[in-house]
């Protein structure tokens, strides 16, 4: 790290992210990250104070990653409200499918990190469904869908399409029929969904 640079929890982050995708995550340490950033350990500790709790923000930022993304396609009221649930299911779907594909060492790395950091990823399946309750509560506004109770409808199509963008199915994302099994899902929910 030259010496006119700030250390940031963001570089910190980054550093880990590399240092991760080099080690994996039974051997990578905080030793580690500092010698990436050509810090002591000790300015690593000053911003985040365990091992434990710099996993967890690296595990939050590649989560968020993903959630930031959905979350412009959940927010466009422009948008029909069926074609924002369809266009959301196939970018999770498909950010999911790039981040296994793209780096299978550092999707392998984060599936084990995701294990740890139960916490951080039920905040980030939460951010996920509230997006979809949002779809869900616009498409019933406008009449377009029918549901009792949005929140129950919409983590019914977080769970339904599972297979989709649960990292437990990532060997299945790639198969020929990936594609079109995805497309008859997301069609059949939809119909349920219909007014």
Do not use: N
Request: aromatic content about 6%; glycine content about 8%.
């Amino acid at each position: 790290m030259a010496a006119t640079e700030t250390l940031t929890a963001e570089r910190i982050l980054e550093a880990t992210e590399e240092v991760l995708r080099r080690h994996g995550p039974a051997k990578a340490t905080v030793v580690d990250v500092a010698r990436a950033l050509g810090v002591s350990h000790g300015s690593v500790y000053r911003h985040f104070r365990t091992k434990a709790a710099l996993r967890e923000a690296v595990t939050k930022r590649w989560l968020d990653r993903t959630s930031e993304a959905l979350d412009g396609i959940a927010g466009d009221g422009a948008r029909a409200p069926e074609t924002r649930l369809r266009d959301w299911l196939a970018a999770l779907f498909t950010a999911k499918r790039r981040k296994a594909g793209d780096d299978p060492e550092l999707f392998a790395t984060y599936s084990v990190l995701a294990g740890e950091q139960v916490g951080a990823v039920a905040e980030h399946i939460d951010e996920l469904t509230e997006q979809l309750t949002r779809i869900v509560a616009d498409g019933v506004a406008a009449g377009a869908f029918h549901s009792e109770d949005p929140a129950v409808s919409a983590r019914a199509v977080f769970q339904a399409t599972g297979r989709f963008h649960d990292p437990a199915y990532a060997g299945e994302w790639d198969r020929a029929e990936a594609d079109a099994d995805f497309a008859a899902a997301v069609d059949l929910l939809l119909r349920g969904l219909r007014a």
